[in-house]
């Protein structure tokens, strides 16, 4: 069988997993790979062994020898590249979000329906196994109907000072309330009907990133469940892991508390004190295999695509999730609660 030729779009951090996991799978050929900045493109070339480093993402779509493409560049990036693709009939991996306005997200929508290539969000905490394991637990029952919850994704000053160029065009609400928005989805098995939020702006914008410190939201579901959901950028640099991340829900039978910010089994203490170690999202693997759930989610791109298997999030799940999002930045702009039925 041929393999499906693969390009990515964004040579940052998250579009090496992407180009790992391509060179890895045995059902994948990494072909291509693609940045606006020439020197980084030639690098993850290099990096990769890829045949061909580009600087404009139209060139790499345009190309025979590409079947698919990922994308994996900055948040507010994502809508042309998917557009583009998604009439040039590729299959397309996106990171999340889908998009950053309600409007680009339906566009792209309505282009995966008339496609004929398939499109899947990155939402790879779907198959997180915390995660996993809590949905399984609700789905049989074991805390009866969720009443309520608290949910937390947020990191420290690290990501918009330190590790994101483009912080101040973004926030922690898109960066990480999209991951957080979609899982609550996926557990709940439920839709976002209502959402109230407030938002508070300062120490990041004092020390040059123009972006909010803080959302603070309240999410209320169709079949009744209310979870209270933060998404900083200001947590402190001591913590010993830059995400914080909790999830817990509460049900007329019982209740289930989720942590999955850091594998306390491994734990390094040193220069900066303590710090947890990833030990699930990435693991060591085999020549011809890749594991952790970070790389899981990508295969599962390549499983749907080969083998015709589902998706693990699709177009309308983007779309649900950016109207959720721009529905919390209204409501916190206008200090109302916002309806989203």
């Known amino acids: 069988m041929s393999k499906l030729r693969m390009g990515v779009v964004g040579a940052g ?122 949905k399984a637990m609700v789905e049989e029952g074991q805390i009866g109907l969720p009443r309520h919850g608290m949910a937390r994704l947020s990191n420290t000053q690290f990501v ?28 709940l098995a439920d839709e976002v009907v209502r959402v109230y939020a407030v938002t508070r702006k300062g120490l990041l914008a004092a020390g040059g990133v123009d972006t909010a410190d803080v959302h603070q939201s309240i999410l209320e579901f169709s079949k009744g469940t209310i979870v209270t959901m933060e998404n900083s950028w200001i947590l402190s640099r001591d913590n010993p892991s830059l995400v914080d991340f909790k999830l817990e829900l509460v049900g007329d039978k019982g209740q289930v508390q989720a942590d999955p910010t850091h594998n306390g089994g491994l734990r390094r203490v040193g220069e900066g004190g303590l710090r947890y170690a990833d030990y699930i999202g990435v693991v060591p693997t085999g020549s011809t295999r890749i594991g952790g759930f970070v790389f899981e989610s990508i295969a599962r791109f390549v499983d749907s695509v080969v083998r015709g298997d589902p998706l693990l999030a699709d177009a309308e799940d983007g779309l649900a999730n950016t109207r959720i999002l721009a529905a919390i930045e209204t409501s916190a702009a206008s200090g109302r609660a916002v309806d989203l039925s």
């Open 13 to 134: 951090l998250w579009g090496a997993n992407h180009a790992h996991a391509f060179n890895t799978l045995p059902e994948t050929e990494l072909v291509a790979v693609c940045d606006v900045d020439e020197t980084r493109a030639a690098k993850m070339r290099e990096a990769t062994g890829a045949a061909v480093a580009l600087t404009d993402y139209r060139a790499l779509i345009a190309r025979d020898d590409i079947d698919a493409i990922s994308v994996a560049t900055p948040d507010f990036t994502h809508s042309p590249i998917i557009l583009a693709a998604l009439k040039a009939d590729k299959h397309v991996l996106s990171e999340k979000p889908l998009a950053t306005t309600v409007a680009e997200a339906e566009e792209i929508a309505a282009a995966a329906r008339a496609s004929k290539g398939k499109l899947m969000v990155d939402f790879h905490n779907r198959v997180n196994p915390v995660m996993a394991g809590l």
């Open 160 to 187: 918009p000072f330190d590790m994101l160029s483009w912080a101040a065009k973004s926030s922690a609400l898109w960066f990480l309330g999209s991951h957080l928005v979609d899982i609550l989805r996926f557990v």
